[in-house]
């Protein structure tokens, strides 16, 4: 799979540095992607398509104890900066004659000292929009059970800082959205490299 995405990406790439206009200007809130479909009709043929990332805005149903909320706004501001993020394990788990399902890890880690605060599995057996409403509540809990109220919190994806956004303003936390984590990537890379992830 991989050997043809790197063929239509050395073959596309210099036909759209000759000439940039070949890709239309994504519009606002949105992406323009490039693929290539096979084409049965051509043995080894591609046809390539552009295709719009929807701009509209997706909704979660998600409920934050007001309990947490409370507890986590009196603790004192720490200046701690803590990176959170979730990704997908490519390790399928699920028992047996069921569909196998692949797992979520969240992290949360100190950009300063890189020590992981948290590190929790989750299930997408309700589906990925399901798993992604819980992850606020998870995040604040874990600051909560650690007590501490960071100064920020720095996310990396667009649906974590949406859902993130009202609960930090209401505890008094800095959100930003970085392009990059250092920290939770060294993290998550330790985690793919470890040897339980693929046994």
Same mark, same amino acid.
């Given at each position: 799979?991989?050997?043809? #995405?790197l063929q239509?990406?050395? %073959?596309?790439?210099p036909? +759209?540095? !000759?000439d ?6 994504a519009?606002?809130?949105g %992406?323009?992607?490039v =693929? @290539?479909a ?9 046809? !390539?398509?552009?295709?719009r990332?929807?701009t ?7 409920t934050?104890p007001m309990a ?5 706004k009196?603790?004192p +501001?720490?200046g701690?900066?803590?990176e ?11 028992? !047996?004659?069921?569909?196998? /399902? +692949?797992p =979520? ?9 890189q =020590?992981?605060?948290e ?13 992604? @409403?819980?992850?606020?509540e998870?995040i604040?809990?874990?600051l909560?059970?650690?007590?501490v ?17 009202a609960? #930090? ?5 800095? +959100?930003?959205?970085c ?5 939770? %990537?060294d @993290?998550? /890379?330790?985690?793919?490299? @470890?040897? =339980?992830m693929?046994?």
């Amino acid at each position: 799979m991989l050997r043809p #995405c790197l063929q239509q990406v050395m %073959e596309f790439a210099p036909q +759209l540095r !000759k000439d940039p206009g070949r890709l239309p200007p994504a519009s606002p809130g949105g %992406e323009v992607l490039v =693929f @290539a479909a096979d084409d049965q009709g051509t043995p080894g043929g591609w046809i !390539k398509r552009m295709m719009r990332t929807p701009t509209h805005i997706k909704k979660y149903e998600m409920t934050m104890p007001m309990a947490v909320l409370n507890d986590l706004k009196a603790l004192p +501001l720490s200046g701690l900066q803590i990176e959170t993020g979730v990704m997908m394990l490519p390790v399928p788990i699920g028992k !047996k004659n069921t569909r196998r /399902q +692949l797992p =979520f890890l969240m992290l949360m880690v100190d950009s300063a000292s890189q =020590f992981i605060l948290e590190a929790k599995l989750l299930s997408s057996e309700q589906g990925i929009d399901a798993m992604r @409403a819980l992850v606020p509540e998870h995040i604040l809990s874990a600051l909560l059970r650690h007590k501490v109220r960071p100064a920020e919190l720095h996310v990396s994806s667009p649906w974590l800082h949406m859902l993130l956004e009202a609960p #930090c303003q209401t505890i008094g936390i800095q +959100l930003d959205h970085c392009r990059r984590l250092p920290a939770l %990537e060294d @993290a998550q /890379q330790e985690f793919m490299r @470890a040897p =339980f992830m693929f046994h």
